[in-house]
């Protein structure tokens, strides 16, 4: 399965993901596709709509302290539920789906997700830091919501601009 990623302003990110009802093949297959996806693109974080696939489902594979991503520190997401969330905090968040755009967000601090793996099991996981960070930022994405969408007016159109911006250099080289 080849996949490519859907860059914003493609309405298909706008979409709500719909549950995983089925923990078969097909999604094993698409779990690897979106690895491989990630790891080639340099993300540490992928939801499934982000390659087309309106699928509630999410990757994580946050870098450790020597910047490696390991197959051992993958973490897979099927059918995610917030259970619980405190703090906050403030982080710059990317998206490959939003490339060269970096902008300050503010989430929890600590959150708690239930979630199936790929065989259905159910699981749950306590987060802090940036797994946290991109667990919400995963999890935005399965109910068609941005990290732009997280900002403030002025910042967001200034965001606009700027984006308008790239696109028509880009048009232009
Ligand atoms: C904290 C905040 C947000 C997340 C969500 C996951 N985000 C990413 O994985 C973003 C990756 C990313 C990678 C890019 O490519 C390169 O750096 C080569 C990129 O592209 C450019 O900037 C050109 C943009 C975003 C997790 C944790
Ligand atoms: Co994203």
Do not use: W
């Not at 990110?13 to 491989?36: G, I």
């Not at 967000?105 to 239930?114: A, D, G, K, W």
């Not at 699981?123 to 935005?140: K, V």
Request: aromatic share 6%; with cysteine; glycine share 4%.
């Amino acid at each position: 399965m080849n996949l490519s990623i859907v860059e914003y302003p493609d309405k298909k990110l706008r979409e709500k993901s719909l549950k995983v009802e089925k923990f078969d093949a097909n999604l094993h297959k698409l779990l690897d596709a979106m690895h491989s996806v990630m790891i080639k693109t340099n993300g540490i974080g992928l939801a499934a709509i982000q390659v087309a696939h309106a699928k509630q489902v999410l990757i994580l594979n946050i870098p450790d302290e020597d910047g490696e991503q390991p197959l051992e520190n993958l973490i897979e997401m099927i059918n995610p539920l917030l259970v619980y969330k405190e703090g906050e905090t403030i982080y710059q968040e990317g998206c490959l789906s939003v490339p060269s755009f970096y902008e300050d967000v503010t989430r929890y601090e600590n959150v708690s997700v239930n979630y199936q793996d790929r065989n259905g099991n159910t699981n749950t996981l306590e987060a802090t830091g940036l797994l946290s960070i991109a667990i919400q930022h995963e999890m935005d994405h399965l109910v068609g919501v941005l990290f732009i969408d997280k900002l403030s007016y002025a910042r967001r159109k200034k965001f606009e601009k700027e984006f308008k911006r790239v696109q028509k250099e880009k048009k232009s080289s």
